[in-house]
């Protein structure tokens, strides 16, 4: 059985640096996009609310002008009741009798004058969503204008970038199976816990990459020897010496101008 190749530390460093450039490039990519999505997405939902209201407030309308429609049917039954009544006066036989009737009669033209009222009441409403709703229709009109042009902006974004993404985002995950576990659970826990992503840093004026703290001369002598990786104990960044980094550099430059 063949013995499985020792990684040197060296290559470990290449490696991890290589990892850093790889996804450094997928955050340009993405900083390129970005609040686009974020402002696509939060244009969707404004859009979605104000058809969702067009469509609450339309079937309100439908709702208040069914109402009319039995008010105005109980209008034309009262009418009815209040003919009939004075009909039946004429043939009553007693004054207790035509008084009932008259009593009736009023009641029927009090119901009468209360529906007048709600509708007058129904129609006010009417007039007033109505005025809603087309005032919604234009903001609707203009947020799905605003959200078109954002799409079209990010799809063509998108398009040029997505191919080169997905690339970039395959070889991100190979590199990490090529690389150790544990040292691929430090990198992404460094890179999510500063600010622009940086795991991986050189050695600038005798200080890391994003930190201000200088470098011991012994310690900048080790990374230079790439024997054995080392955390910079300040801003907690896996450091490598500048010529390393050179070197991976002017290699993934090429790698990237292939898939770009």
Do not use: C, W
Not at 21 to 50: F, T, Y
Not at 222 to 231: H, L, N, T
């Amino acid at each position: 059985m063949a013995k499985k190749k020792e990684v040197t530390v060296e290559q470990k460093l290449r490696a991890l640096y290589d990892l850093q450039l790889i996804d450094s490039r997928i955050d340009e990519i993405r900083n390129m996009r970005g609040e686009l999505p974020l402002e696509v997405e939060d244009l969707e939902d404004e859009v979605a609310g104000l058809t969702k209201r067009i469509e609450k407030l339309s079937a309100d309308l439908e709702v208040t002008e069914e109402k009319i429609k039995d008010k105005k049917q109980f209008i034309t039954q009262a009418e009815s009741m209040i003919k009939k009544y004075k009909g039946q006066q004429d043939n009553v036989r007693n004054n207790r009798e035509f008084d009932a009737l008259t009593k009736e009669v009023e009641f029927q033209e009090l119901e009468i004058e209360l529906a007048e009222k709600h509708i007058k009441e129904f129609k006010a409403q009417i007039e007033h969503k109505t005025k809603v709703i087309e005032d919604t229709k234009e903001k609707l009109e203009a947020k799905q204008s605003h959200l078109d042009h954002k799409k079209s902006e990010l799809d063509s974004i998108l398009q040029e970038t997505e191919k080169e993404e997905t690339s970039l985002k395959e070889k991100s995950d190979k590199f990490k199976r090529d690389i150790e576990e544990r040292l691929v659970k430090a990198y992404n826990r460094i890179r999510t816990n500063v600010k622009n992503g940086m795991a991986v840093v050189t050695i600038e004026r005798g200080a890391s990459g994003g930190s201000f703290f200088t470098i011991p001369p012994q310690v900048q002598v080790e990374i230079a020897a790439r024997r054995k990786v080392i955390i910079d104990e300040h801003s907690g960044r896996i450091l490598v010496d500048q010529e390393l980094a050179k070197e991976e550099e002017e290699k993934m430059e090429k790698m990237f101008a292939k898939l770009s």
